[in-house]
């Protein structure tokens, strides 16, 4: 069993900036990919940005340059940094974690999702 806890969601106007924070607990052996994936109303769900075990990240286009994705390997804490933010940034957030657990195959785990508002 894999757990991860969200936190960092809210309401903030355009311009401002928020930090999302995902931190996996568990039967956790090693952390391979984790990244941020959006939601929005009526739209299916996209990849924010990802971050691989060693290092490597990747980017939506329309965040680029926006936002910064990081992690903290002893905390098993995935974070997303975001700047300039945008109305059509509106979204709810999930962090995806790929795990190689104690026991059994590798598997993927989704947070419960964040809800992010953008205010014009």
């Known amino acids: 069993q894999v757990q991860l806890v969200e936190s960092g969601g809210g309401l903030v106007q355009a311009g401002g900036s928020l930090r999302l924070s995902c931190a996996a607990s568990g039967s956790i052996f090693r952390i391979n990919a984790m990244g941020w994936y959006r939601q929005a109303p009526g739209k299916q769900r996209e990849l924010v940005a990802r971050t691989t075990s060693g290092g490597s990240t990747n980017y939506a286009d329309s965040v680029q340059g926006r936002f910064i994705i990081s992690r903290d390997y002893d905390k098993n804490t995935v974070y997303l940094q975001m700047n300039s933010l945008k109305p059509e940034d509106t979204a709810d957030y999930y962090c995806?974690?790929?795990?190689?657990?104690?026991?059994?195959?590798?598997?993927?785990?989704w947070g419960q999702g964040t809800q992010v508002t953008v205010s014009p």
């Open positions: 995806n974690v790929g795990v190689f657990p104690l026991e059994g195959r590798p598997l993927t785990s």
